[in-house]
């Protein structure tokens, strides 16, 4: 007897009819003489809906109640698959998150998990009950209720597998895997049968929401091997794991995000420590950076430049603003014009060329590019918004051969 943990996303529990079928999954597990821990998340666009009637009453709603009021999607979930469930005729028991044993650091809607202690989730099961654990919350030290950030559910599901060393733990979503891009987008897509979790991780970071970014990183540290699949087709799907049998492909896969600002800073005096103050004084904030760009202004001053999370445009604005230099200075933010597109790939380490053809690519359908950063396993650059569909077709036509 295996131990197996599934998780379904909003749209395959998205209705009725869905969590019927969700639940012939999970009782077809649990019939082959499994134990079965469930995670689910809230249905379909709960939870834009809910933020949106937040927004209706209060646009500056305190981050502690908009977990509460948030957490309710999944909460909903819950107990409408335990209710399909127990209509199939199996033994269940639904779960939120703090009963689950989920408990999290104090950072309202965007939590980390510190520990799941799954005693109750092992009681259950003991009992020879399906467990259904609502995802993406947890409880802090104060015992408030909080959420995981966006797409956390993935790591609700990956954190049970680790705490319980789950024999295999499954992310079932509305499309057959992990592709080489967006399925829905790119229509020459290519379904990987594995990817490492590095490659995973960073296509995650860069727009992939197929899986969460945290989700990956915590699959890697525990070495849960996530399988992602569809709820909808029964077909094969895709392995993440540590390492994957040699493939010729030099990019796994392109993506693009437009949750991306721009920020530049003209004319910051030309003299020691003045990048240490802007990004010490960020990185303190919890705001992580990504492409950096200086360049040599007028007069013996410089430019900086970077991209940050448009989430967390308002706040860099205002910090930037805070520091001793900058009064008077022009700082300016982009947040609705620019976007990232990635191309990721552990084969590009140990082959030249590799960003020469991505650029060939976004040239040929005259792209200009404003800005590049690279690592040993991704090249991304920052475009305009109103190209970044092009040139994730044009990239990925560049590397990934039509099957
Ligand atoms: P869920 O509700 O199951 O959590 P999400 O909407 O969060 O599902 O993630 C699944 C979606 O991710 C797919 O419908 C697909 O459009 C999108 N996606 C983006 N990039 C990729 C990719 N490289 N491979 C697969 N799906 C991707
Ligand atoms: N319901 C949450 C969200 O929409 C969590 C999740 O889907 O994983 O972000
Ligand atoms: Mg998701």
């Known amino acids: 007897m295996a131990l197996i943990v599934q ?31 469930v995670v689910v998340s809230a249905q379909g666009d709960t939870t834009d809906d809910l933020i949106e009637k937040a927004k209706e009453i209060n646009e500056k709603a305190t981050k502690r109640e908009m977990d509460m009021l948030l957490s309710a999607g999944e909460q909903i979930s819950i107990a409408l698959l335990a209710m399909a469930i127990d209509k199939l005729g199996y033994p269940v028991c639904s779960l939120l998150g703090w009963q689950a044993g989920f408990s999290t650091s104090s950072r309202h809607t965007s939590a980390r998990i510190k520990k799941v202690n799954p005693e109750r989730i092992r009681q259950e099961l003991s009992q020879k009950r399906i467990v259904v654990v609502a995802g993406f919350q947890g409880i802090n030290k ?60 960073e296509l995650a970071t860069l727009g992939a929401q197929v899986l969460n970014n945290r989700s990956v990183e915590m699959a ?91 989430d967390h445009a308002e706040d860099t604005m205002r910090i930037l603003r805070e520091l001793d230099f900058t009064s008077g200075l022009q700082i300016d933010c982009d947040d609705q014009n620019v976007a990232k597109v990635s191309a990721v790939g552990a084969g590009m380490e140990t082959h030249p060329g590799v960003a020469a053809t991505m650029f060939r690519a976004l040239f040929e359908e005259d792209i200009n590019i404003q800005m590049i950063s690279t690592s040993e396993i991704k090249i991304s650059v920052l475009i305009d918004k109103k190209d970044a569909d092009a040139a994730v077709a044009a990239i990925h036509a560049a590397f990934i051969p039509e099957e």
């Open 7 to 37: 998780k379904f996303g909003g749209s395959s529990v998205a209705n009725a009819e869905r969590v019927m079928n969700v639940a012939r999954i999970v009782t077809e597990t649990y019939a082959q003489g499994n134990d079965v821990v």
């Open 142 to 201: 104060y015992d408030d209720i909080t959420t995981l950030g966006r797409g956390g559910s993935d790591t609700s599901a990956v954190a049970i597998a680790a705490a319980m060393h789950a024999d295999k733990c499954q992310i079932f979503t509305d499309v057959e895997g992990v592709y080489t891009a967006d399925p829905r987008k790119v229509k020459n897509a290519v379904k990987l049968s594995e990817i490492t979790y590095d490659e995973m991780l």
């Open 220 to 310: 890697k540290k525990y070495n849960v091997v996530v399988e992602v699949l569809s709820s909808l087709t029964r077909a094969p799907g895709t392995l993440v794991k540590e390492t994957v049998k040699m493939e010729k492909m030099l990019v796994r896969g392109v993506t693009k995000d437009t949750n991306v600002a721009r920020i530049s800073i003209i004319g910051v005096p030309n003299v020691p420590g003045i990048a240490y103050k802007i990004f010490g004084k960020l990185a303190a904030e919890n705001i992580n950076v990504d492409i950096i760009l200086q360049s040599v202004g007028r007069n013996d001053t410089k430019d900086i430049t970077f991209t940050v999370s448009s």
